[in-house]
C-alpha cells in the first residue's frame, strides 16, 4: 500500500563518497583517453561506466542489491551507469548514494553507505569486480588502489550477511507478515508474560516469535521522539469497536497526514480489514477497497493497528518484526523520513484497569549498528488525543458493515455473556467506547442502533 513511483524519477545523490562518487560522462572519457589502460585509474576512476563498457557487468533490471540489518533492498543497472531503486524508482548516481539512502532508512543515524563494499551484482560485491578489472587490464597495479579504505567498509556489512542474514531472511520469510496481509496472521491466545528487552540479546530462531515484550520509553535509550502523534477519537472508537467483536485477533490501517515542516503526524481515520483469517483470496479486494477509501479522502497510509484480544497490548517479537518492515516500506515510499505508527488494542484482557481497553501507540528504534542482529527496540509514543466534535456518518457506517460482516463468524463474542459480576460484554464495550466520545452527546442515541443490531446477532 505504499505510495506510487514518482513518474520522473528523482535523481538522489546524497551520502556519495568523495572517492566513491561516479564521474560525469566528460569526465569518464577525459580520464579514459587520457590514461588509457596503460596508466593507473585511481580508485575513484573505476565507475559503474567503466565496468559496463569493459563488459565486466551488464545492465537489467533487479541485478543489484543491499542486504543491512535483515533488510533487502533491489535495485536496476542502468545503461548509463546510474542505480534506480526498484522500489520507489528513484534513480542514484552511484553504489555510495544508494547504499547511504537506504541504510538510513533503517538506521538514521548511519553516516555512510560503503557502496562498493555493500552492493552486490549478482550476489557478488561489487568492489570485487573492480579487482578483477585490475587484474585484468592494469596488472601491475598496486591493490591498495582498490583496498585502501575498504577494509573499514566490510566490517558491520560482513558480519550482517557472511553469518546471519539468510538466516534472518529466512526467518522473516515465514514469521514476518507483508502489510497486504497481516490481517490473515491467527495468534496463539495463551497467557503470556512480557520480558524486557534487555533480556533478548541476540537473535535466536528458536525463542517464541509470540514472547511479549515491553515497551521502552525514548529517554531510556537517550533517544528523542522523532515525531509528534495526534490521533482524532472517531480513529478510537471505531478501532475499539473493531477489536472488540471478536475473539480473534484483527487487523486494519490508519490513514492520515504527515506534516515534514511540524513532524506532526496526524490519525484522521481507521480503515477496518474485514477478511477472515487465512483468507487470502479475498484480501486483496479489501486491500484495494483501502487504497481506493484512502485517495478519495486525499489521506495517506500512516499506520496500523491489531487487537491481542484477551492479552496484554505490547508487541510480540512478530509484531516488532512487523512494525519494523512497515516503517521501512513507508520510508521508501517518499523522498524523505515518514513515520509509520503501530497501535495495539487489548479489549479483553482482565489485567486492564477497569472495562476500558488498554491501547498502546508503540514505534521500533533499529538495533545498534554495532549489533545488528539484535531486535529492534519497541518504544512507547507519546499522543495526542483529539475529540471529535461528532460522530460522522463514516463511521457509524463502518461499524453497521462489520457487525454484518461478524453476524456468522464462529468467533463472534457473546455479548450477552457478563464481562464481571455486575457487567455484561455489550456493557463493557459501551463504556469503553464513551472513553473516546466525541463532543456531541448525541453519539449515544446514534450508537444505540449499532448496539442492538449487536444483540440481533445472537
Known amino acids: 500500500m505504499g505510495s506510487e513511483p514518482p513518474s520522473s524519477p528523482q535523481v538522489v545523490e546524497e551520502g556519495a563518497d568523495e572517492e566513491d562518487e561516479e564521474l560525469s560522462g566528460a569526465e569518464d572519457a577525459d580520464l579514459r583517453a587520457s590514461s588509457g589502460r596503460g596508466s593507473l585509474l585511481t580508485r575513484r576512476g573505476i565507475t559503474l561506466r567503466v565496468l559496463l563498457k569493459d563488459g565486466l557487468v551488464e545492465p537489467g533490471d533487479g541485478v ?39 541504510k538510513r ?18 550476489g557478488q560485491k561489487l568492489v570485487q569486480y573492480k579487482t578483477t578489472w585490475l587484474h585484468k587490464y592494469q596488472p601491475s597495479a598496486d591493490m591498495s ?22 538466516l534472518v531472511e529466512d526467518k522473516n520469510k515465514k514469521s514476518k507478515p507483508e502489510l497486504h496481509d497481516i490481517s490473515l496472521m491467527q495468534r496463539r491466545e495463551r497467557e503470556r ?20 515484550v515491553e515497551l521502552s520509553a525514548f529517554s531510556a535509550i537517550n533517544r528523542f521522539q522523532p515525531f509528534n502523534v495526534a490521533v482524532s477519537s472517531n480513529v478510537l472508537l471505531l478501532m ?34 474485514r477478511t477472515r483469517l487465512a483468507d487470502k483470496d ?63 488494542c487489548g479489549p479483553y484482557y482482565h489485567g486492564n484497569q477497569g472495562v476500558a481497553s488498554t491501547i498502546t501507540p508503540f514505534w521500533v528504534v533499529p538495533p545498534p549498528e554495532q549489533r545488528p542482529n539484535d531486535y529492534g527496540i519497541p518504544v512507547a509514543v507519546e499522543v495526542t488525543y483529539v475529540q471529535d466534535n461528532f460522530l460522522t456518518t463514516d463511521v457509524l ?56 443490531q449487536l444483540r440481533n446477532t445472537q
Request: with cysteine.
Open 282 to 344: 479475498a484480501a486483496p479486494a479489501v486491500e484495494e477497497e483501502i487504497c481506493q477509501n484512502l485517495f478519495m479522502r486525499g489521506l495517506s497510509l500512516v499506520g496500523w493497528y491489531h487487537s491481542h484480544p484477551r492479552g496484554p497490548a505490547l508487541p510480540s517479537l512478530q509484531d516488532i518484526d512487523s512494525q519494523m518492515d512497515h516503517q521501512l516500506r513507508l520510508q521508501g515510499s517518499s523522498n524523505g523520513f515518514q513515520p509509520c505508527l503501530g497501535i495495539i
Open 397 to 452: 457506517n463502518e461499524m453497521m458493515l462489520l457487525v454484518e460482516f461478524y453476524r456468522s463468524a464462529p468467533d463472534l463474542v457473546q455479548f450477552s455473556q457478563m464481562w464481571s459480576p455486575n457487567t455484561s460484554i455489550l456493557d463493557k464495550i459501551k463504556a469503553s467506547l464513551s472513553g473516546h466520545a466525541p463532543k456531541d452527546q448525541a453519539y449515544a442515541q446514534i450508537l444505540e442502533h449499532v448496539y442492538n
Open 240 to 273: 475499539d469497536f473493531h477489536c472488540h467483536l471478536t475473539t480473534s485477533e484483527v487487523v486494519g490501517y490508519l490513514g492520515g497526514r504527515w506534516d515534514t515542516n511540524t513532524q506532526l503526524l496526524t490519525v484522521l481515520r481507521a480503515f477496518p480489514c
Open 64 to 102: 543489484l542489491s543491499i542486504h543491512y540489518l535483515g533488510k533487502k533492498f533491489v535495485g536496476d543497472l542502468l545503461n548509463d551507469g546510474k542505480i534506480r531503486w526498484v522500489e520507489t524508482g528513484q534513480i542514484f548516481n552511484s553504489p555510495s548514494a544508494w547504499a547511504t539512502h537506504c
Open 193 to 212: 508474560i512480557p520480558v524486557r528487552y534487555c533480556t533478548l540479546g541476540t537473535r535466536d530462531a528458536s525463542r517464541d516469535p509470540h514472547t511479549l
Open 105 to 122: 532508512l533503517v538506521n538514521p543515524a548511519k553516516k555512510s553507505g560503503c557502496g562498493w563494499a555493500s552492493v552486490r551484482y549478482r
Open 145 to 166: 588502489l582498490i583496498s585502501e579504505g575498504e577494509d573499514d567498509e566490510m566490517g558491520d556489512d560482513d558480519e550482517e550477511e557472511g553469518k546471519t542474514t539468510m
